[in-house]
């Protein structure tokens, strides 16, 4: 009798632990994997549902933790992350997997004006930035990246090949230096591969931006817009970033600091203008220094002789996405929604097709000279 007893027991414990452990699998730590998916979207928890917080894109690497319900926990500017697990492709190599604790050893940064990120990899945004000539403490490395200790007792990440102190692994040194190498080349007939651009659509979530006619916001038109000349830019062999991938709120700060995380080429911030006047109409281009005037002279032009809209040429303006924007910037505004005309216009698929063809032809002719 006490026999069956310990094996009902014994049962008991074995069904319970198959029906309410959850399905949770821990991944080696420091374990990494690479995206195999061209825009990945980096969500808040391990759902569908969860907020977009960020984006990945196909070739980046990251760190792995953990695994669940076909969920992959990492983490995203210094924050708790979940990415898709099925665009995982995990990374060969024990020696690129391993972090390896060297807080024994110092650093000396080599170049100039080098970012420090909150991860190990560019696709980790920009906590702060160093110099030619400092010298600090290493934590641990990740692959060819270094953990440094800060004077601010915190710690960020530097490129292993902007120090004096390289990893064996000098793949990602290399990857950028091909990737120059693929720009310059490319430059010559006017296609984008091998370009990140940045688009931007403006607004979004609790912000709906400017109210047209009828009472439409400008947020609901830029989505589509924005998908239109993402898709045109692919199309053209470009990388692109998009701010945000869905109608949620993102501060201007986030839109300069996803730009500032990448080797971005051009950011394109997407907008649509309101105006009293009913019959103030067309569309205009906009940027912030001379550096960026070239780059809204193209686009503007290519807008001219491409969408039915009138030009209101390319201007200059104090934007804080232009302003604080490391990479060739401008803002568009797109045609007045409280305009009839341009509305009428607006909202059909074939001008957003066109604004995108037009965004991409000025942005292959401004790479080209």
Aim: hydrophobic share 35%; net charge neutral.
């Amino acid at each position: 009798m006490k026999k069956i007893y310990f094996s009902v027991v014994g049962i008991c414990i074995l069904l319970f632990s198959i029906l309410f452990i959850p399905n949770t699998s821990h991944a080696e730590q420091g374990e990494i994997y690479e995206i195999g998916e061209i825009i990945l979207n980096v969500r808040s928890e391990p759902s569908s549902s969860g907020k977009v917080i960020g984006q990945l894109v196909e070739g980046n690497k990251v760190e792995i933790f953990q695994k669940k319900h076909g969920w992959a926990q990492t983490y995203y500017a210094g924050e708790e992350a979940w990415i898709a697990a099925h665009y995982l492709i995990p990374v060969s190599g024990k020696s690129q997997q391993a972090k390896t604790d060297r807080s024994n050893e110092q650093v000396t940064i080599t170049a100039s004006n080098v970012n420090i990120r909150s991860g190990p990899g560019e696709n980790h945004p920009v906590i702060a930035s160093t110099d030619s000539g400092n010298t600090y403490n290493i934590v641990k490395t990740s692959g060819d990246w270094h953990n440094i200790e800060l004077t601010n007792g915190n710690t960020g990440w530097v490129a292993s090949w902007l120090t004096n102190n390289g990893t064996n692994n000098n793949a990602a040194g290399q990857s950028k230096k091909q990737t120059n190498s693929v720009k310059n080349t490319k430059k010559a007939n006017g296609t984008l591969n091998g370009y990140t651009i940045v688009v931007d659509p403006g607004h979004g979530g609790k912000d709906p931006g400017a109210i047209g006619l009828g009472g439409i916001y400008e947020k609901d038109l830029i989505s589509p817009t924005a998908e239109a000349v993402a898709g045109q830019l692919r199309s053209a062999g470009a990388n692109v970033i998009m701010t945000r991938s869905g109608d949620y709120f993102v501060t201007l700060g986030k839109r300069v600091a996803i730009s500032n995380s990448y080797d971005t080429d051009a950011f394109v911030s997407l907008h649509y203008n309101t105006f009293p006047m009913l019959s103030i109409n067309g569309t205009s281009t906009y940027y912030y220094s001379d550096k960026d005037a070239g780059l809204a002279t193209k686009v503007q032009s290519a807008m001219a002789s491409t969408v039915p809209l009138a030009s209101r040429g390319s201007l200059q303006a104090n934007y804080k996405v232009l302003r604080e924007n490391r990479a060739p910037s401008i803002l568009m505004e797109l045609g007045f929604i409280t305009n009839p005309n341009d509305l009428a216009h607006i909202k059909t698929a074939d001008y957003q097709n066109n604004v995108g063809q037009a965004i991409t032809t000025g942005l292959q002719n401004y790479f080209s000279e």
